[in-house]
C-alpha cells in the first residue's frame, strides 16, 4: 500500500525567505503526487501535480516540487515567502493499484509566515 | 461555475439521530469521494465511487454509508451518528483516478453530541 510522511507537522518562516515543505512517500510503483493547500476556514486547493512527466513541477503561487524516486520524496519549496502563503500544505499520493484506487493524504503542515 | 457543494455546511446533532449529507458536482466527473478531517491526522477517506453504482471503502468507513445513483451525486449517510464521527467533512470530484485533479467541496462541519 502507499503512504505519505509530511516531515514536519509546524514550519515558521520570515516572509521573504525561502519555503522548504518535505514530504516522503512509499509506493510499489510509479506514484502521481499532489500537494495542496487549505487556507484558515477554506476548501482545498491543488498547488501542483507529478504525473511521470517532468520531474521538476511549477505550481501556482510561485510553488515548485521535485520528484526524486531514489529518495522517494517530493519536497515542495517556494524561494520567497509571503504573508499569504500562510495556510496548511497536504501532500498527496494516488493509490491505484492492486484493485483499489484511492488517495492518500499526509498529516499536512501547517505554515507560519512571520513578518 | 465549475464546483462542489455540500449541504449543509454546518450541522448539530445528537448520538443516533439518522443524518444525510448531500454533495454535488457539475463537471461530469466520474470519480467522487468523502473525506474526514481530523485535527493531526489529515485528510482520510472514507468512501469513493468510480461510477454510478460502483463504490467502494477508503480507509475509515465504519459507522457511514453512500451511495450513488446519479452521476453528479454522492450522499454521505451517518446511520447512527456517534461523538467520534464528530469532524469536518470533505466531497470531492476528479475526471478519473491517478493523474487527475480532486476539486473540493466546501466542507461540513459536524458535530455529534
Known amino acids: 500500500a502507499q503512504s505519505v510522511t509530511q516531515l514536519d507537522s509546524h514550519v515558521s518562516v520570515s516572509e521573504g525567505t525561502p519555503v522548504l515543505l518535505r514530504c516522503n512517500y512509499s509506493s510499489s510503483y510509479s506514484p502521481s503526487l499532489f500537494w495542496y493547500v487549505q487556507h484558515p476556514n477554506k476548501g482545498l486547493q491543488l498547488l501542483l501535480k507529478y504525473t511521470s512527466a517532468a520531474t521538476l513541477v511549477k505550481g501556482i503561487n510561485g510553488f515548485e516540487a521535485e520528484f526524486k ?12 515567502a509571503h504573508m499569504s502563503d ?3 500544505y497536504f501532500c498527496v499520493v494516488s493509490d491505484s493499484g492492486g484493485g483499489t484506487y484511492k488517495y492518500i493524504f499526509g498529516t499536512g503542515t501547517r505554515l507560519k509566515v512571520l513578518a | 461555475e465549475a464546483q462542489v ?7 448539530i446533532t445528537v448520538t443516533g439521530k439518522k443524518l444525510t449529507v448531500t454533495c454535488s458536482q457539475n463537471m461530469n466527473h466520474e470519480y467522487m ?24 471503502k477508503g480507509d475509515v468507513p465504519e459507522g457511514y454509508k453512500v451511495s450513488r445513483k446519479e452521476k453528479r451525486n454522492f450522499p454521505l449517510i451517518l446511520e447512527s451518528p456517534s461523538p467520534n464521527q464528530t469532524s469536518l467533512y470533505f466531497c470531492a470530484s476528479s475526471l478519473w483516478i491517478r493523474d487527475y485533479e480532486q476539486y473540493f467541496g466546501p466542507g461540513t462541519r459536524l458535530t455529534v453530541t
Open chain 1, 69 to 80: 524516486k531514489s529518495e522517494t520524496s517530493f519536497h515542495l519549496t517556494k524561494p520567497s
Open chain 1, 86 to 88: 500562510a495556510a496548511e
Open chain 2, 5 to 11: 457543494t455540500q449541504n449543509p455546511r454546518y450541522l
Open chain 2, 33 to 56: 469521494s468523502w473525506y474526514r478531517q481530523d485535527p493531526g491526522l489529515g485528510l482520510r477517506q472514507i468512501y469513493y465511487s468510480m461510477n454510478v453504482e460502483v463504490t467502494d
